[in-house]
DNA sequence: CGCACGATTGATTAGGGTCAATAATGGTGG
DNA sequence: CCACCATTATTGACCCTAATCAATCGTGCG
C-alpha cells in the first residue's frame, strides 16, 4: 500500500525489510477523498500527519480579493510536513485534485516510530528537507523564471518526481492537472498559459491531452526551463552517512 | 548570548531556566563574516547548523545566465534548517549581508540536545515549521502580489519578525537591504522597486532612509499588504500542548 | 578628493493581464 | 444511446505593469 513513499525514501538510504514493514504498518484509516474536496482548510487545527496514498492534491492559499496561489502539488507517496500537529491552526488550505486515498498517521504513532526507527526518522527528514528545497525553486521559478520556463520547470519537476516513485511509463505520465490551476501555480493567467502551452507544443517540447503529459525529449524540457535536479537531492544522498541504525 | 534565539522560541512556548542554559551553552565555536561574504556555497557538503547570532544574511539562487532570487532573509535568532548535514550539498548558497556573527552547531552537538531536550526539540519544530510557512509565503507573495504588495509585505513581514525578538524601537527597525537586494527578493528589478518605494513614501506607508526603517501606521501597511500575520504562528502557539517535558 | 556603489529618473518596450466570445470535452440523466 | 450542461480549452483585441536601456546624482569612505 505504501509503496511509492517507500520507493521515494529509498532514493536517499537503503531500508531494512523491517523498516518497510514498519512503514506499511501505518496504512490503518485510510480516508478516500473526491476531486475539490478540501483536506483540510485554513484555520483547522492540525492533528495527524497526511500521507497520500493515491491522487492528487494542492497545497495552496487565497487572497481577501479571490486571487489564489497553488504552494505545492501531492503526489503519491508524499506526506505533508512532519510535525505540522505542533501547530496551532493550518495557515493555508489543501485540496484534492482527482480523487484521493490517504492515510492520516496520528501523532503519537509518528512520534513513536520515529522513536524506534533511526533509519526511517532520518529517511523521513530527507524527505521534509527535500520538500523544503522543493518550495525554495518555486520561489525562483515565480520569482525570475518567464512563463514558458516556469511552465517547464514544473513539467520537469513533476515528471522526474513521479518518475522516482515509478508512476512514468517511459516518456509519459498521468497529469490530472487543468490549465487554471497551472496558471494558480505558476502565478500566470490561464490564459497565458494556454498561449505558453501552445508554444511549448508547437516547440516540441510537451505532449499534453487528455490529463497526459508526454516529454519527448527531457534534455530539451530541461533546458528550456534551466532546470537543475539538484534540489530534488535523490540519487541516493544518504550514501555518505552510515547504513547503520 | 542567544537571547535573540530564546526570545524568538519562547513565542511559541515557555522554557526552562535549564532548557535556555542548554541553549546558551550551544554559544561555542563563533564565526564572524564581511558583507558580502559566503556562508555557505551551492555544492558545499552541509556539515552542521548555523545559528545566525547578529546581522542579517541572505538565501539565495543564481541560474546560469545570472538572474538571481532570494529566497529567505535570515536575521538575528534565524536557524537554517535543522536537519541540512542530512544532505550530501547545498542546493543553494547563503550569504551574508551586513557583517555577520554565527555558530556553527556540529551534528553531534544538535543531536544529542534533541535528544535530551523535548521542550526545546519541540520549540525548534516549530521553527522549522514556521520557516517553511514562510517560505510558502513568499510564494504567494511572488505569484499573486503586484509590486507595491510584495514590498509592503515584505516590510511587515521583517518588521514583525524583528519586533518578536525585540529587535524594534517604536516603529523603527534596522534595514540594512539595498534596492538591488529588495529586488532580488521580491522579483523585481531595482528599477522598479525605486519607484515602488517612491510610491510608498508618498503613500506614507513608510519611512526608509540610512538602513533605517521606520512604518508609521502599521495597520496601514499590512492592508497595502494583504497581509495575514498567521503564518508566522506566534501568539505562544504551544499553549495547547503540555508545558511538561 | 575621488571612486565605487547605490539611488533616482526619463524614455521606450515587452511580457503578460483583462475582457469577451466561442469551441471542445466529459459526465449525467432520461 | 443521445441530448444537455458544466467545465475546461482556445482565440482575438486591447491594455497595463513592470522590464530595459541609459544617464545622472548622492554619498560613504579610503
Redesign the interface.
Known amino acids: 500500500m505504501l509503496h511509492h513513499l517507500i520507493r521515494k525514501l529509498e532514493h536517499f538510504t537503503r531500508l531494512s525489510d523491517d523498516d518497510k514493514a514498519v512503514l506499511q504498518g501505518l496504512s490503518r484509516t485510510v480516508r478516500l477523498l473526491e476531486p475539490g474536496a478540501d483536506i483540510i482548510r485554513?484555520g483547522d487545527s492540525p492533528e495527524h500527519v497526511n500521507l497520500f496514498l493515491d491522487g492528487w492534491a494542492s497545497?495552496y492559499?487565497q487572497?481577501?480579493?479571490g486571487?489564489?496561489?497553488i504552494?505545492?502539488f501531492f503526489v503519491p507517496g508524499d506526506l505533508c510536513?512532519?510535525?505540522?500537529f505542533?501547530?496551532?491552526?493550518m495557515?493555508?488550505a489543501i485540496a484534492a485534485i482527482t480523487p484521493v486515498r490517504l492515510v492520516q498517521v496520528p501523532r503519537e504513532v509518528l512520534l513513536g516510530l520515529m522513536d524506534r526507527h533511526p533509519r526511517i526518522t532520518?529517511a523521513l527528514?530527507?524527505e521534509?528537507?527535500v520538500?523544503?528545497?522543493i518550495?525554495?525553486?518555486?520561489?525562483?521559478n515565480?520569482?525570475?523564471?518567464t512563463a514558458l520556463e516556469r511552465l517547464a520547470h514544473l513539467f520537469c519537476e513533476l515528471f522526474i518526481r513521479l518518475r522516482a516513485i515509478g508512476l512514468t511509463d517511459g516518456n509519459t505520465c498521468a497529469f490530472p492537472i487543468t490549465q487554471l490551476e497551472l496558471a494558480?501555480?505558476?502565478?500566470l493567467t490561464s490564459v497565458h498559459v494556454n498561449r505558453t502551452l501552445k508554444e511549448m507544443r508547437a516547440a516540441g517540447l510537451i505532449i499534453l491531452k487528455g490529463r497526459q503529459l508526454t516529454v519527448p525529449d527531457l534534455a530539451a524540457l530541461r533546458k528550456a526551463a534551466?532546470f537543475?535536479p539538484?534540489?530534488l537531492?535523490l540519487e541516493r544522498?544518504?550514501?555518505?552517512?552510515s547504513a547503520n541504525a
Chains 1, 2 share one sequence.
Do not use: C, F, P
Not at 518550495?135 to 525562483?140: A, F, G, H, S
Not at 494558480?184 to 502565478?187: L, S
Open positions: 485554513e497545497r492559499k487572497l481577501e480579493d486571487r489564489r496561489q504552494m505545492s510536513d512532519l510535525h505540522v505542533i501547530l496551532r491552526e495557515d493555508h532520518r527528514w530527507w521534509t528537507l520538500n523544503a528545497a518550495q525554495r525553486e518555486w520561489t525562483v515565480l520569482g525570475r523564471r494558480d501555480a505558476t502565478g534551466l537543475n539538484n534540489y537531492h544522498d544518504g550514501a555518505h552517512l
